[in-house]
């Protein structure tokens, strides 16, 4: 059972206008246009999906203002039968849908791996790695506020707590190297979510040293790293991008495309 994934969206030459997810019995209108009429258009599709009610917010230089619309402040929803608790009020609600594909990607290369999620977020790619029988999970966050998340999600899953190492991605990676810990299968997601909390990390400016480090140091042989990021416009540096497999245009989630929200690398060790 799946009752989140995105409804509808339109783009004009590759820009968009305007994106609906759905939540449960919530939508989340996001509006990247001022020609567009908020209201008019989130009554429409308030009857159209036969949603209680719809969070709009106008997207501008990035930033995100909520116009409208109500709904609590957390929601449970259920995807391929496993549960989160998104926030569909808030800037990052928790569950990236454009990634779906890259988490049943996730599952799959996990199986009986030691898999390492270095930016924890909510712990999603945990939680699928765990269910696709990996040898073991591992988990990196640095804010005690997303380790409840991480930690809420997976008990409502009723699922064993994948290990969690409360540490920054740097601090972590000193203390793996010094121990010659290592892993099959590494999750490296640099989505804006995950880099706007990082301070010290620049994606365009350090990305090629962060994931030959991790490739080199932290990663088995015959081990798989996973590198994803939404940031619009990245370029994978020319340094490393001929040991890179491009997965972004196999795995767009089917009501993203022809839209690529995400771009998408694997490294083989």
């Given at each position: 059972?799946t009752?989140?994934?995105r409804?509808?969206?339109l783009?004009k030459?590759?820009?968009l206008e305007?994106t609906?997810d759905k939540?449960?019995e919530?939508?989340?209108?996001?509006?990247?246009s001022?020609?567009?009429?908020?209201?008019?258009?989130?009554?429409k599709?308030?009857?159209e999906?036969?949603?209680?009610?719809?969070i709009?917010k106008?997207?501008f230089?990035?930033k995100?203002?909520?116009?409208?619309?109500?709904?609590p402040?957390?929601v449970?929803?259920v995807e391929?039968d496993f549960?989160?608790i998104?926030?569909p009020k808030?800037?990052s609600?928790?569950?990236?849908?454009?990634?779906l594909?890259l988490?049943?990607?996730?599952k799959?290369?996990?199986?009986?791996r030691?898999v390492?999620?270095l930016f924890?977020y909510?712990?999603?790619?945990s939680l699928y790695?765990?269910v696709?029988?990996?040898?073991?999970?591992s988990?990196?966050?640095?804010?005690?506020?997303?380790?409840?998340?991480?930690?809420?999600?997976f008990?409502i899953?009723?699922?064993?707590?994948?290990?969690?190492w409360?540490?920054?991605?740097s601090d972590f990676?000193?203390?793996?190297?010094e121990?010659?810990?290592?892993?099959?299968l590494?999750?490296?997601d640099?989505s804006?979510?995950?880099?706007e909390?990082?301070?010290?990390?620049n994606l365009?400016?350090?990305?090629?040293?962060?994931i030959?480090?991790?490739?080199?140091r932290?990663?088995?042989?015959a081990g798989?790293l996973i590198?994803?990021?939404?940031?619009?416009?990245?370029?994978?540096?020319q340094?490393?991008r001929?040991?890179?497999?491009k997965?972004?245009?196999?795995?767009i989630?089917?009501?993203?495309?022809?839209?690529?929200?995400?771009q998408?690398f694997a490294?083989?060790n």
């Amino acid at each position: 059972m799946t009752n989140t994934f995105r409804l509808t969206q339109l783009a004009k030459e590759e820009n968009l206008e305007y994106t609906l997810d759905k939540y449960d019995e919530y939508g989340v209108l996001e509006i990247y246009s001022d020609q567009i009429d908020a209201e008019e258009l989130s009554k429409k599709f308030k009857i159209e999906f036969k949603l209680t009610d719809i969070i709009v917010k106008q997207v501008f230089d990035g930033k995100k203002t909520i116009l409208l619309g109500d709904c609590p402040d957390k929601v449970s929803v259920v995807e391929n039968d496993f549960k989160f608790i998104v926030q569909p009020k808030s800037d990052s609600v928790g569950l990236p849908l454009s990634q779906l594909e890259l988490r049943n990607l996730i599952k799959t290369y996990s199986s009986g791996r030691e898999v390492l999620s270095l930016f924890g977020y909510t712990g999603v790619n945990s939680l699928y790695s765990m269910v696709g029988n990996a040898q073991e999970v591992s988990v990196v966050e640095h804010e005690s506020k997303y380790i409840q998340k991480i930690k809420k999600n997976f008990e409502i899953n009723q699922m064993d707590l994948a290990q969690i190492w409360e540490n920054n991605y740097s601090d972590f990676i000193e203390l793996a190297r010094e121990s010659r810990t290592k892993w099959g299968l590494i999750i490296m997601d640099l989505s804006t979510y995950n880099t706007e909390r990082l301070p010290d990390f620049n994606l365009i400016n350090d990305h090629r040293d962060l994931i030959k480090e991790v490739q080199e140091r932290l990663l088995k042989e015959a081990g798989i790293l996973i590198v994803t990021t939404d940031a619009p416009n990245f370029a994978l540096d020319q340094y490393i991008r001929p040991g890179a497999d491009k997965l972004t245009n196999k795995l767009i989630p089917e009501g993203f495309a022809p839209l690529k929200p995400n771009q998408i690398f694997a490294f083989y060790n």
